[in-house]
Structures are given as structure tokens and as C-alpha cells.
């Protein structure tokens, strides 16, 4: 309907010996004799580990091999990944995308915590496809309070970036946004796009998306994802010359006292004005507030004005997926060159056994502008969480990127994961196997940052280093080739 609106048990069994060579790798990574000594002993060590262990470590391993010392990491992906610095003593997270790209030159941006750094956000910058970084260079236009936000690169090679901050016009968190015409060496444009006179409760994690239009986009929510009391709804603004003006800001969700949160979408492929927009959330209105459900709103009008809608899953028999016993989670949508809508959905099954629930990533895609869903595929057989899908126009293929965790059904989740990813030549017809973008062993990774740009996948991730027991987060950056 559519109306206007204005684990223990999956724990790993690696021996000692492993363990201990296993962090010398992540140590010694920049030298090559160091690098393959490592990887012979840690394969000559899992040959002996018992039944089951892989002999050697697999570039391209089947995706059923997941209580093994090792993984592997695609042949297609840079490995090992490049540590982007380390005297961010603790990169902030944030939702959405961090980086752009431009040929060999990779723009990326985190929080510093205050430690060696004064807080604020910092950019990293690679001149050199990312081999070496920038020492962290201070964002001049956020304050200390700032959090951050999204990164994207138009097809002029203007960066946009929007950020969290606080004004004098408002003591709570706005939406702010600047753009840079010189690879972020100066910064103009420099304003509000969020109301700042009527926030609520402050501002959260905005998203930044340009059109091949010369229109950027922007989506955050004001208010709680997890809170009742201070209900976030989801906003939209505009600008139809490439920041310079914007639009008055627009509440896309309903504001019913329901939490409505995360809103993501990336509109880069867009170039026809007469394709529909459309931007997905995560929306706990279903049963009274019991229960999640995403919600969307589309455009046919180029932002102007907006129709909202709820996502109802089928699958391949046409059955519903969205039922008592689930809860749908923080979506992803991609509008391609002629206008399909790629969605992506995250499932948690309320009934799985073990000590976590279980989380399902799923795929479905719309040819009517999201009036209609094709039925979902599941995109990996194991648990992961959370997805980025992109869009290269260079050779035309849709990635899909998720957070693995290496769990079958119903068992409860281990602490590590690592980062897997799907392609697709067809514009989602069929999809390639899945590849393993990262091999971070017992440590945990967080996505943070994906860009398609020339026929290669930017990737920036944060890893959760368990030798400083988990205390610290560190940036690293790979990429994946055509």
C-alpha cells in the first residue's frame, strides 16, 4: 500500500603454535619472506591438526569450510590488507561508507577518540592505489563533538561528505555537509542540511549518495534506534547543483511514536530523471511496536515528493518471509542505470536455537520502481550480518558485500568474523560463489567503507585486535580487482 506523505560451540580449535604464527603474520606483513614464512608453517601446522584440517590455505575455499583454522582469502583480494595507520588509538564506527575513490587516489575518513589525536574526524588519503596512507589529517570544519557520518565522490570528482555536529543554532547533533573540488585539500559549501531549529532528540548516522544527475541526496534519522521515549523518524534533503543549494528538508517516515532508524541508499548509476527513488529503514511499527519491519519510501519526482510503503518478502513459492517469527533489519537499496531497485535485507529468525538468534542475509530486487519484489534469494548459507551493495559502471557489475560470521543454523555465534562478498554480471540474475574478502583469525572485523570505481572494489574495515583484548579498534584497507 502506497500514500503521500508530507559461540562456544563454533569456537575455532587452533593449536598454540598457530595462534602464535598467526599473529606474526598479521606482524610482519609488509615482508614478503616473513609473510610466506608464516603462511607455510600455518599450513604444515593445520596439515597435522587432526582430522578435517585443510592442508594448505585456500585462496578460493568452498563456503561450506567453516570450523577451520583457516578460511583462506580470494586470489581476487588484496591480501594481506593494509594497515591504514596506528596511532588512531580508536577509530569511531559509523553506518554507511567512509570512502571514495578516484583512479589511484582513495579518500577515507574516521573519528579519533582524543588520545594521540585531538578528537575530531580525520581523513586518510592513498595517492598510490593504497599501498601507503596520509598521516591522519584533521577535518577543519568539525569540532570535537562531531561524529561521523558518509563519504561519495560525484562523477566530476567533487567530494561530498556529510558529518554529525553540534551548531550554535542547536545544542543537539545536525546534519552538516561540506564538498571539496581539490582532493579534500580545502573544503566549501559548508552548511546545514538537517532542520536545525526543529530537532527533536539530535540528528544519527546520515547518508551521502550523488546522481549522475548533478543532484546529491542525503539520509539520516533524529532521534533513538532502540528507545521508545525519543522514537527516531527518518529525513531527506536534497540539492539539485551538486551541493551548492539545498532543498528544505522532508520527514519520509511516519510519525507515529514508532521507531523508525538507518535509512541507506546509493543513487551513483542514476542518470535517467524519470527513474523512481527509493530509500529504505528499519521500522518497529509492525504489531504495535512488538516487531520490525522495513519500510521504504519512493520518489517519482526526483525527491520532490514521496510515497511510503512496507516491504513484504516473498520467496521462491511465493510464501511470505516477513512472519511472527521474524524481524527484518537494516536494508540496503542500489538504483542501477535503467532504473531496478536492488534491495537488501537482513532476517532474524526469532525460533533459532543457541544463544544468539539467528541472522539471514537476503536479495530481491524490483523492475516497477519498488511497487513489486521479485522473490528473495539468500545470499550466503552461513550467518552473516549486515550488507553493502555497489554498483561499478566501468564493467557494469553489482557487488554485494556482507559481515560473515561463520555460523550454521541455529548455533550461537563465535566471537570473530570476517568479510564475504557475491558479484553479479546480469544485474542481480545470478551471482557469482561467494569470496572472502579478509582473514583476521580469532579478531574481530567490522564493515565500515566500500567504493566501486574503474573495474576495482574499495574496501576500508575495522579490526578488533584480540591481543589488546578487543579494547582496540584498528583501520585497514583492501581492494578486490576485476
Known sequence: MLYPINSDTMKKEHSHEVSRQKRRLRRDWRTGPALAGALALIASTSATAGPGAPAAVSKDPPRSVVATPSHGVSSSWRYPAVTMDETLPEVGKGVGDNI??????IYTVFTSSGDLHPAGLYFLISGDAGDTWSDPQRFPLASEEAALGSLCMDSSDRLHFVWLDTVESSSKRVVCYAFSDDGAATWRGSQVVSPAK???????????????????????YDGSSSSTPSPGEVWYANSLNRGRDWEAPVRLSADDGFISAYPRMDFSAVSNPDHDLVIPWRDNSRDSGAAWSIQFARSSDRGKTWCRSVYEGVDAAGKATTTPDTWDWDPDVLIDPDGRVHLGVMRRNLTATGADPRYDIFY??????????????????DQCRFMHILF???YDRLFFQSKYD??????????????????????GSTWAAAKFATEEFDDDVG?????????VLHL???YRDEADSGRTWRPKYTAQSR
Open 392 to 394: 561499478d559502471r566501468t
Open 198 to 220: 526543529d530537532v527533536r532528540y539530535g540528528a544519527q548516522a546520515p547518508q551521502v549518495s550523488a546522481d549522475l544527475l548533478r543532484a546529491v541526496h542525503v539520509a539520516w
Open 460 to 462: 576500508t574495515y575495522l
Open 447 to 455: 564493515m565500515h567503507g566500500l567504493a566501486a570505481q574503474g573495474g
Open 406 to 427: 561463520g555460523v550454521p543454523s541455529g548455533t550461537p555465534r563465535s566471537g570473530g568474523a570476517d568479510l564475504i562478498g557475491r558479484s553479479s554480471d546480469d544485474y
Open 364 to 381: 530481491t530486487r524490483s523492475f516497477d520502481g519498488g511497487l513489486t519484489f521479485e522473490p528473495e534469494v539468500k545470499m550466503f548459507d
Open 100 to 105: 571514495a575513490a578516484d583512479g589511484e587516489r
